[in-house]
């Protein structure tokens, strides 16, 4: 039996599964069929989950999102696992770059609660995102001049004051997609959303199945106004401090790719900087130096992107900012 003070560092079921997006029930299912085990056992006899165990739950999970069984990945060692998601995610990747436009041209609404961590992963797949700390704030930004093209909302709890400001935030702006993520909700509420035209997604899902349902969504969302679009500078998804820690990392592969890429980003971030605060002497001259911001900021969010991608492939954790 693994040592009580190792049992206190592992993951217990529960909090496993909210971490993976599966149910607890479908864990202990696949522990009985000796698909996936535990491989810490406290001294009350409780299973807990350790880092490597959670690791193989998310790609068993992940697999399955992408059309796997468990029974034909179950006894895969994590070498083949990686392997195979490796190779079905580059698949499914291609098949959405060839067949439905990108998001990354499009500009998001999130409103979510506080410290709430569940649409994190969906921030980045969007040219832009803006954050709301309620729905009156909203409301508010959709009624005036906006880019938005879908909004995202967590809605966490049996909040039917919610549910309701959903019908009506729906109802107002019916050229807009709504996508609900939600755990409880009633099932009256749950038809009234659905025939409202309101996308409802259940807690818990993970990350590959929400960026997967988004992008399947692409072809129905609203295009922005190219000209407008132009002018829209991206937020930056990873802080200085970060990119530092992480041109400071020590890479899975024998590369130096991560290294090199955080240092582009930071070259192309400090351009960015000085192009928006460089004087001009005429109106030519800074209709020139905002072009060459936009276009900076084009470039440094590709690049983001592809760091932060980079980073999940090569196994290198992003700090917290």
């Given at each position: 039996m693994i040592q009580e003070t190792e049992a206190n560092t592992g993951y217990k079921i529960g909090t496993a599964a909210k971490m993976a997006g599966i149910s607890?029930?479908?864990?202990?299912?696949?522990?009985?069929?000796?698909?996936?085990?535990?491989?810490?056992?406290?001294?009350?006899?409780?299973?807990?989950?350790?880092?490597?165990?959670?690791?193989r739950l998310?790609?068993?999970?992940?697999?399955i999102d992408l059309g796997d069984s468990i029974g034909r990945i179950a006894h895969l060692d994590e070498e083949a696992l990686e392997?195979?998601?490796?190779?079905?995610?580059a698949s499914a990747e291609n098949a959405f770059s060839n067949e439905i436009p990108s998001l990354a041209n499009l500009q998001a609404g999130f409103l979510a609660p506080t410290h709430s961590i569940r649409l994190?992963?969906?921030?980045?797949?969007?040219?832009?995102?803006?954050?709301?700390?309620?729905?009156?704030?909203?409301?508010?930004?959709?009624?005036?001049?906006?880019?938005?093209?879908?909004?995202?909302?967590?809605?966490?709890?049996?909040?039917p004051d919610e549910k309701t400001a959903i019908l009506e935030l729906a109802a107002s702006f019916p050229q807009l997609t709504i996508v609900t993520i939600f755990d409880f909700m009633q099932r009256n509420q749950l038809k009234e959303l659905a025939k409202?035209?309101?996308?409802?997604?259940?807690?818990?899902?993970?990350s590959i199945m929400i960026e997967r349902y988004l992008y399947s969504l692409t072809p129905t969302l609203l295009q922005p106004n190219k000209t407008e679009a132009k002018t829209e500078i991206?937020?930056?998804?990873?802080?200085?401090?970060?990119?530092?820690?992480?041109?400071?990392?020590?890479?899975?592969?024998?590369c130096e790719c991560p290294r090199h890429v955080s240092s582009l980003v930071s070259s192309l971030c400090a351009f960015e900087d000085y192009s928006s605060n460089c004087s001009f002497e005429s109106e030519k001259d800074r209709e020139l130096h905002d072009f060459l911001h936009a276009e900076t900021a084009k470039a440094r969010r590709i690049m983001e992107l592809a760091l932060i991608r980079l980073c999940r492939e090569d196994g290198v954790e992003i700090p917290a900012p």
């Open positions: 607890p029930n479908t864990i202990r299912t696949w522990m009985r069929r000796d698909y996936f085990t535990a491989s810490i056992e406290s001294e009350s006899g409780e299973r807990i989950l350790s880092s490597n165990d959670l690791k998310i790609h068993l999970k992940s697999l392997t195979r998601l490796s190779e079905l995610k994190n992963s969906a921030k980045p797949l969007f040219w832009s995102s803006k954050s709301f700390a309620s729905m009156e704030d909203l409301s508010e930004h959709l009624r005036g001049e906006h880019q938005l093209s879908i909004i995202l909302i967590d809605s966490q709890g049996r909040n409202a035209g309101v996308h409802l997604l259940r807690w818990p899902i993970n991206p937020e930056r998804l990873l802080s200085e401090s970060q990119l530092m820690a992480l041109s400071d990392s020590e890479p899975d592969l024998d």
